[in-house]
């Protein structure tokens, strides 16, 4: 299990980059229908098609998030604790969209695309479960969504961070051990790795990931990204 949050807690940062990449895509649509409304280039369907696209990648994205940060830290932590405005929502929209196929994005006015509800959703016990979205464009709701999350996961950093367990020496040196059993690496490089063995495993001394740190930076990455979203 110690193995397994080693790399759960190292992917931390590539999964909040993953969320800023699929608001940037989500901006970028947005902004291609707003262009295309302005010169009444009709129809609308590809670029409607590809913001649902986007959404439901983007509500997985923060499901990965939830997810490995319990993993990373071993600790249980709510939607609402993750996003206090948006937590229920994001419950049964994220439910909704990869389990009942939903897409969620069904309304515009003027040059912005809305949500709009009731929307249902079937439960684990086969009830069905209505909820309202909230009122504002989608981009407005995923800047403001994102800005939130990247605070709630700052703050569980900064309260949980010391417990997502850090590679050491040995599981460096167990990983260049791991690497010779693998097929897929070419005999040529196994032989290189063997004779080179001594000095890999000196390479290690010392070594330290700073986990919390790099996916601070991280996450002040993908702050900026909502920054720019919203200009």
Known sequence: MRDFRVAVGNSLKGKISELGFFLQQIAGVTRTIEQKH????????????????FFSAYLNAIQSLKDG???????????NELSPTYGDFIFYCRNAATHDGYHLINSGQGT????????????????IIPFDPPREDILTLCCNLTDEILTSLSGLLKREGAKIPVAEE??????????????????????LIKA???SIDTSFKGVKIDIVQ???DAISLVAQIVAHART
């Open 196 to 198: 080179n063995l001594p």
């Open 38 to 53: 302005l010169r009444q280039d009709y129809p609308l369907n590809v670029e409607l098609d590809k913001l649902n696209y």
């Open 69 to 79: 940060f319990k993993t990373a830290m071993g600790v249980s932590f709510s939607w």
């Open 112 to 127: 912005k695309n809305y949500i709009i509800g009731p929307l249902r959703r079937i439960d684990g016990h086969g009830k």
């Open 214 to 216: 790099q996916t601070n």
């Open 170 to 191: 040995s599981d460096f040196k167990k990983a260049v051990q791991a690497s010779l059993a693998i097929d897929f690496i070419p005999k040529e490089t196994k032989e």
